[in-house]
């Protein structure tokens, strides 16, 4: 909890709590998201992202352009008519007309931009609903290629896309356009509901960033515990972690339990090779060093126990990898 461990994150963020409502969490506490289990929250740790476009909850603002060509005609944009995820009345109502045509010229659509950093990876993210579900609309990314169709609901979903953005001027572009991307021609028109624009670079969605006026960052987070090592048998003991990744993106994502060095060290986590665990036990050298294959996106249960010629890494229950020779660490404190 927060009394037992050092957090750090010098912004706030947002976390879904548990009525589904996505609401902020303040500077200096952890985030408790209960997106996955309404009875049973995890805690959500994410690296530093920016929300680059600058109002994301009101598409009314001369930031969003209104575009349309054919026979469509501008989407028509009211302010804060229904109630958003966050719980409030700040989502706006669109109603986009494509019109008579059945062409890729023929579109109604909503388009923002940002500076972003060439051949990097970007994603956009957006929440919507439809007025009476089914509608679809098309929907394109960072680096204004492939146009994604989604079928929207009456209920509130997050809808988000990765790509590798080709300019330094890129963004999103949501609506209707007919017959682009293989997708053929779908509904002329549709009223829809959206909140929460978000463009972040990186290879996936993280936790919305609202912003106002001007882009946002959130800080990344970490968790610290020191002076334990009266709690810390250090000839031998388990580590025990129960985690799941946001995404499989070749990030290494690990909990350790040290002297404050790296000459002492237990650690296990998510390898920065896809789909996979990994442990190590280090007493001045490596003393075990295994890995074994697992879906980091889901939630797993990993453990890894040392002891003099006896260690061990355990996947859900089931010992999987194991190492008979080697020394155990010294002085775990933290």
């Known amino acids: 909890t927060s009394a037992d461990m050092d957090f750090t994150r010098a912004t706030s963020a947002t976390r879904v709590n548990p009525s589904g409502i996505v609401d902020g969490i303040t500077t200096g506490l952890p985030r408790l ?4 289990s309404e009875s049973c929250p995890h805690i959500l740790v994410e690296p530093q992202r920016t929300n680059l476009f600058t109002y994301s909850e009101d598409f009314s603002n001369a930031a969003w352009t209104k575009q349309s060509a054919g026979t469509g005609s501008n989407p028509i944009v ?3 008519n229904v109630v ?5 009345q700040n989502a706006d109502k669109i109603v986009f007309n494509a019109g008579s045509g059945t062409t890729s010229s023929d579109q109604s659509q909503i388009i923002d931009s940002a500076t972003f950093p060439d051949n990097t990876s970007g994603t956009v993210s957006i929440y919507l609903k439809g007025e009476n579900g089914g509608e679809q609309i098309t929907l394109r990314g960072v680096a204004d290629l492939t146009y994604t169709l989604v079928t929207l609901t009456t209920e509130w979903q997050r809808f988000s896309t990765t790509e590798n953005s080709g300019t330094n001027q890129d963004g999103i572009t949501f609506g209707i356009r007919q017959d682009v991307s293989g997708h053929g021609v779908i509904n002329s028109s549709a009223t829809i509901y959206a909140w ?5 670079e990186g290879a996936y969605a993280t936790s919305y960033i609202p912003t106002e006026g001007s882009t946002v960052t959130r800080n990344k987070e970490t968790f ?3 002076g334990i090592a009266d709690l810390i048998n250090s000839s031998e003991g388990v580590l025990f972690i129960e985690m799941a990744a946001l995404a499989d993106d070749g990030t290494t994502r690990q909990i350790s339990l040290s002297d404050g060095t790296n000459d002492n060290r237990v650690t296990i986590g998510l390898s ?3 789909d996979t665990v990994s442990a190590q036990v280090k007493n001045g050298s490596l003393q075990m060093n295994k890995t074994n294959a697992m879906t980091q996106t889901n939630f797993n249960k990993i453990a890894v126990k040392w002891k003099e010629n006896d260690m061990a890494l355990w996947l859900n229950g089931t010992e999987v990898q194991t190492d008979l020779s080697g020394t155990t660490p010294s002085a775990l404190n933290e």
């Open 33 to 36: 998201d209960y997106s996955v």
């Open 78 to 80: 009211t302010a804060n």
């Open 84 to 88: 958003s995820p966050d719980g409030t």
């Open 196 to 200: 929460g624009a978000q463009l972040e």
């Open 224 to 226: 610290e515990r020191t």
């Open 272 to 274: 920065n090779s896809s």
